[in-house]
């Protein structure tokens, strides 16, 4: 069976990562997997993606140049005409070609959706002329994965439709870590408390809880520190008000070995305010390191009937704070917890539920 995914580019966004790893588990169960890039030409995942082919139509189309259009749709209608299922891998120029260049032609399309469309656009106000191109297709498409309920739940309400039969939930999954990664020496918390952040540090990740989440627990007799993985636009206030207010901030880039920072780490803090899934809180649970979370949606997902001992009501430090000093008696045991329950998103789970949709007869 052919597959054809079609992304902007794969560059190290999330949805570039998952599409890799779906893409790469696919051909290792003996899919003919083919990633078509059309924002641009960057594969940053070459060393995952040598069992695929990766055409570059970035090269014969572009999309602020309307006399390239012809050209480029001709060539993804190649692509989709040699494939059984298209899957536009997230929305705007993945979408509008993926629904252009199947149009008249029986191949199967689906669309996935990896962010909560209506929070998204709230915070974010699309353009209109866009937000009304990609209802319009969405609104059409008879199959569509979303990365989590809360993520099917948000893209009803954005296109103001109840949530449709052939709407699935289909999670992400993340690699496994590495061989020869060691847990956690010790299953008591270090002193001072290490928290971890992984992400942008921009206004939607709402990084002035990081550090009124230091200052709470320093009131309550727990003194911490955090490590901050990435990069974002708020990264010089966040380092100028850390020293203001006498707190200790590690900033790390945005580098690798997120893992070995885990395993280091006591606690891994999500501030965000909403989450089509959120990769990172699936990596910490592999290694069992303890979550705390504001409630941003797609994350519940992860704690089942536990949500209200990982996931604060009110996005406060004070909250935070308080749901930490909770989980501190019971370490250990909340970690061993999120290591058994991330066995339901181990690649191998996922990826036979990938198989068993695209066999599907339709």
Same mark, same amino acid.
């Given at each position: 069976m052919k597959i054809v995914f079609? $992304? *902007?580019?794969? /560059?190290? /966004? &999330?949805?570039?990562?998952? %599409?890799t790893l779906v893409a790469a588990g696919l051909a290792a169960c003996g899919f003919d997997i083919t990633i078509a890039l059309l924002g641009g030409s960057r594969n940053l995942w070459?060393?995952?993606?040598?069992?695929? *082919?990766?055409?570059?139509?970035?090269?014969?189309? #572009? &999309?602020?140049?309307?006399?390239?259009? =012809?050209?480029?749709?001709?060539?993804?209608?190649?692509?989709?005409?040699?494939?059984? %299922?298209?899957?536009?891998?997230?929305? =705007?120029?993945?979408? !509008?070609?993926a629904w252009a260049a199947t149009r008249g032609l029986n191949q199967r399309l689906i669309a996935w959706v990896h962010g909560p469309k209506y929070?998204?656009?709230?915070?974010?106000?699309?353009?209109?002329? #866009?937000?009304?191109?990609?209802?319009?297709? !969405?609104?059409?498409?008879?199959?569509?994965?979303? $990365?989590?309920?809360?993520?099917?739940?948000? =893209?009803?309400?954005?296109? /103001? +439709?109840?949530?449709?039969? /052939?709407?699935?939930?289909? @999670?992400n999954f993340v690699e496994a870590p590495p061989d020869g990664f060691a847990p956690p020496t010790t299953d008591k918390p270090h002193t001072p408390l290490q928290l971890l952040f992984v992400g942008r540090i921009a206004e939607e990740k709402?990084? #002035?809880?990081?550090l009124d989440t230091l200052e709470a627990l320093a009131a309550r007799g727990l @003194?911490?520190?955090l490590t901050v993985l990435g990069e974002g636009p708020l990264q010089n206030w966040v380092k100028d008000e850390a020293t203001r207010r006498r707190l200790t901030v590690h900033f790390h880039g945005q580098i690798g070995g $997120?893992?070995?920072?885990? *395993?280091?780490?006591?606690?891994?803090?999500?501030?965000?305010?909403?989450?089509g899934f959120g990769l990172v809180v699936?990596?910490? +649970?592999?290694?069992?390191? @303890? $979550? %705390?979370?504001?409630?941003?949606?797609?994350?519940?997902?992860?704690?089942?009937?536990?949500?209200?001992?990982?996931v604060v009501i009110e996005a406060t430090g004070a909250a935070l704070a308080a749901k930490i000093a909770a989980q501190l008696p019971h370490h250990a045991e909340i970690g061993a917890w999120l290591t058994n329950r991330a066995r339901d998103y181990e690649p191998e789970v996922l990826l036979g539920k990938w198989v068993a949709l695209l066999e599907e007869k339709q």
């Open positions: 079609f $992304v *902007r580019d794969l /560059g190290l /966004g &999330g949805v570039e990562r998952c %599409v070459a060393a995952q993606t040598d069992s695929v *082919r990766v055409v570059d139509l970035s090269t014969v189309w #572009h &999309g602020k140049k309307p006399w390239t259009w =012809l050209a480029g749709w001709r060539a993804a209608r190649a692509l989709a005409k040699d494939a059984d %299922v298209v899957i536009a891998s997230t929305f =705007l120029m993945p979408l !509008y070609m929070e998204l656009d709230a915070f974010a106000k699309m353009n209109p002329i #866009h937000r009304a191109a990609c209802q319009f297709i !969405y609104r059409r498409l008879p199959e569509i994965l979303c $990365v989590s309920d809360h993520t099917r739940q948000s =893209l009803a309400r954005w296109l /103001g +439709m109840p949530v449709q039969p /052939g709407w699935q939930v289909m @999670p709402q990084p #002035h809880l990081w @003194p911490a520190e $997120v893992s070995e920072f885990m *395993r280091r780490a006591d606690w891994l803090l999500l501030t965000s305010r909403f989450e699936l990596e910490a +649970m592999q290694v069992g390191l @303890p $979550v %705390v979370s504001t409630d941003s949606g797609g994350v519940s997902d992860f704690f089942q009937q536990r949500v209200d001992e990982f």
